[in-house]
C-alpha cells in the first residue's frame, strides 16, 4: 500500500523503501536496531537512498531485506555514521539484477575497527549468510578490505566476498598483502562463496591462511566456486581437529 495515498502499490512499478520507511522523509534520531525488516519480494525495490547520515543512532541491521528483488542497492551504507553490526541481511531474490560495487557499498574504513565492525551469520538461525547479492570489487579494495580485518584483529571474517568478482588478476590470490598477522581470527564462514577471480576460478597462493593462523569454522567459505588448483587437505584437517578440542 502507497504510505501517502493508501492505494495499492502495482509490483510493476519500482517501490522507494525510503518512502515506505519513513514518507515524511525525516531520519529518525534514536533508532538503533532494525529487525526483520521485509518487504516482499513481489515488488521491485530501489534502496539506494533509504539510509543517510542523519541516522546517528543506528548500529544494528538484523534478518532485514531477506529475499528482496532488489534494483539499486548502490552505496546503501555508506553513509550510517555508526552502522557496527550487520546480522543475516541482504539476502536477495533471484530475480534481483543488482550488480554492486562492494567498496562502495559499506565505507570500510570506519566500519571494519568498530566492536563487531563485519557481516555476520546466526549459527542457529537458518543460515541465509549475509549479503549474497552480485557485487565485484578491484584487486586493490579487495586487499584494503582483507588488510582492515588483519590489521584490526577481527574474530568473525564471514561473509566478506560473498558472490562477488575480484575483477584484476595478478597471480594467485593472498588475503590482502600485509605484512601483518590475525591471531584473533577464528570464523570464515561463506566468505568467498560464491566469489569469482577475474570472472573465473580462485587461484589461491599455497599460503593464503598464513596470515590466519588461528581460523577455525571455515563452513562454507569456498561454496559454489571453482578453484584453479586445490587447497591442501591438510589446512582442513588442522582446523576439524582445532574446532573437535
Known amino acids: 500500500m502507497d504510505p501517502t495515498t493508501g492505494n495499492d502499490i502495482s509490483t510493476s512499478e519500482i517501490i522507494s523503501a525510503k518512502d515506505i520507511w519513513n514518507p515524511n522523509g525525516i531520519s529518525p534520531k534514536k533508532l538503533w536496531k532494525i529487525s526483520d525488516f521485509n518487504i516482499s519480494s513481489s515488488y521491485k525495490v530501489d534502496l539506494s537512498e533509504m539510509f543517510n547520515s542523519n541516522w546517528t543512532s543506528l548500529t544494528t541491521l538484523y534478518a532485514s531485506f531477506l529475499d528482496c528483488n532488489s534494483v539499486n542497492l548502490a552505496g546503501l551504507l555508506y553513509d550510517l555514521p555508526n552502522i557496527n553490526e550487520i546480522r543475516t541481511c541482504f539476502s536477495q531474490n533471484s530475480r534481483s539484477t543488482d550488480n554492486v560495487n562492494l567498496w562502495e557499498f559499506i565505507n570500510w574504513e570506519r566500519f571494519v575497527p568498530r566492536s563487531c565492525g563485519g557481516f555476520l551469520t546466526n549459527e542457529y538461525r537458518r543460515d541465509y549468510g549475509c549479503y549474497n547479492f552480485k557485487a565485484y570489487i578491484s584487486l586493490e579494495h579487495y586487499r584494503d578490505i582483507c588488510n582492515l580485518y588483519i590489521k584490526h584483529n577481527k574474530e568473525d571474517l564471514s561473509n ?8 584484476e588478476t595478478d597471480g594467485d590470490l593472498t588475503f590482502g598483502n600485509t605484512s601483518a598477522i590475525n591471531s584473533n581470527a577464528k570464523y ?49 584437517r588442522k582446523r576439524y581437529d582445532d574446532i573437535n578440542t
Do not use: E, W
Open 160 to 167: 566478506l566476498f560473498y558472490n562477488t568478482d575480484i575483477t
Open 188 to 236: 570464515m564462514r561463506h566468505t568467498f562463496d560464491g566469489a569469482k577471480y577475474g570472472r573465473g576460478a580462485l587461484r589461491l597462493d599455497d599460503n593464503f591462511f598464513s596470515k590466519l593462523p588461528k581460523i577455525q569454522d571455515v563452513r562454507y567459505c569456498f561454496a559454489n566456486i571453482s578453484l584453479a588448483k586445490p587447497i591442501p587437505f591438510d589446512f582442513f
